[in-house]
């Protein structure tokens, strides 16, 4: 949506055609990747306007930066692939001793749907990607291939403090990245007690209401790959038969109700 915004501390306005937009109970951001300053910046204009903000434009941000929000739950305790980040080609050797041998799984920090992930298998192939990426002038980060689980991964969606559905998603042949929009196949799966914590835990980490997190069962346990802040749920709602969209509706519904309820006590 195009709009523009009136920034003042005594009128603060959201624009659209001409219009001030009226005001809204809640929105739910819906931010592409190629817009995520743009939408954050609506995302916090609205937040001036004191509507309920299903995700708060800096809880998006932090997801939107993938390095950044790895570090925020390593800090966290959450447990992670070994990931390495180099902003340098000559740097990329000591990145792979640290992060461990071949094959390595190289990732755009800027990528998103699968897109700008690749699988080097070997130490050559590992230095051409970087160097390729580099000349671009893209950031890398560079992650463990979790042998186990190659091909294979889960999405948890959260909804405030519940997992309300979750999804297994399995590579298309020849393919290592499970993506959906890259061909690959889901099935409803039943997490562990444990899996349902890390997922639930990594959301409020990252200050989020409603997100997808993705992660890989290893010999180590569940190890978080990312975080999604605008999930899809047309994937995960057909395969688990989960309505995933009334479990956010009633949930926002329940939020605005308490903030009227904490405002008329106030």
């Known amino acids: ?7 003042t501390s005594e009128k603060p306005a959201v624009y659209f055609g001409g219009e001030a937009l009226g005001r809204a109970d809640a929105i739910i951001p819906r931010i592409g990747a190629s817009v995520t300053s743009y939408g954050t910046a ?16 800096n809880a998006i ?9 790895l ?35 190289m990732k755009l920090l800027q990528g998103t749907q699968g897109h700008g992930v690749v699988l080097a298998e070997t130490r050559k192939a590992a230095e051409a990607v970087m160097s390729a990426f580099r000349q671009l002038d893209a950031d890398i980060m560079v992650q463990e291939f979790i042998k186990e689980s190659a091909g294979t991964d889960i999405r948890a969606l959260v909804v405030g403090n519940q997992v309300v559905a979750a999804m297994r998603r399995i590579a298309s042949e020849g393919e290592f ?26 959301v409020k980490i990252l200050d989020l209401s409603i997100a997808g997190v993705d992660f890989m069962r290893s010999q180590r346990g569940p190890l978080v790959l990312e975080v999604n802040s605008s999930p899809g749920l047309q994937g995960i709602e057909s395969c688990t038969g ?25």
């Open 61 to 69: 941000l932090n997801s939107r930066d993938k390095l950044k929000s």
């Open 71 to 105: 570090q925020i739950l390593a800090r966290k305790g959450i447990s992670l692939p070994d990931t390495g980040f180099a902003s340098h080609t000559k740097d990329i050797e000591g990145v792979i001793e640290k992060v461990g041998s071949v094959p390595l799984v």
């Open 42 to 57: 609506v995302v916090r204009q609205f937040e001036m306007m004191d509507c309920y903000c299903v995700n708060s434009a």
């Open 1 to 7: 949506m195009r709009c523009y915004m009136n920034i």
């Open 177 to 202: 990245r499970s993506n959906v929009h890259q061909g690959g196949e889901t099935s409803a799966i039943e997490l562990t007690d444990r899996e349902v914590q890390i997922a639930v835990d990594t």
């Open 242 to 266: 989960v309505d995933v969209a009334a479990k956010i509706y009633q949930f926002i519904e329940q939020m605005v109700d308490n903030k009227v309820e904490n405002k008329n006590i106030n």
